[in-house]
Nanobody
Framework: VQLQASGGGLVQAGGYLKLPCTAS????????MGWFRQAPGKEREFVVG???????YYADSVKGRFTISRDNAKNTVYLQMNSLKPEDTAVYYC?????????????????????WGQGTQVTVSS
């Protein structure tokens, strides 16, 4: 099972990037897909997630600027990042967490995810 994130790069403040994450090796039916990021010297933090139903939820720091979507037929989730700021600079990781009917967690914690991609670097210059 692999999650392949791509689309990172160097962009000026105020710019935009779109990060796709494609899953292979299995389908991710009934999985929440999430994006986390980790800046140098900091903990990996939740950015945005999307439930199997398609419902998105965002960290306050990116609300209104980032949009997550998923194409289940393509086993791909997308992170559209607009109005980027230097503080968005980090390695971005996609992840997949199984939505058990017996669990009602927020899926904002790393421990709730079962599979992780390798990360893609996003650098925003001021």
């Amino acid at each position: 099972v692999q999650l392949q994130a791509s689309g990172g790069g160097l962009v000026q403040a105020g710019g935009y990037l779109k990060l796709p994450c494609t899953a292979s090796g299995r389908t991710f039916n009934n999985y929440t897909m999430g994006w986390f990021r980790q800046a140098p010297g900091k903990e990996r933090e939740f950015v945005v997630g999307i439930r199997w139903s398609g419902s998105p939820y965002y960290a306050d720091s990116v609300k209104g600027r980032f949009t997550i979507s998923r194409d289940n037929a393509k086993n791909t989730v997308y992170l559209q990042m607009n109005s980027l700021k230097p503080e968005d600079t980090a390695v971005y990781y996609c992840a997949a967490g199984f939505e058990s009917p017996y669990y009602s967690g927020s899926y904002r914690d790393r421990a709730e995810y079962d599979y992780w991609g390798q990360g893609t670097q996003v650098t925003v210059s001021s």
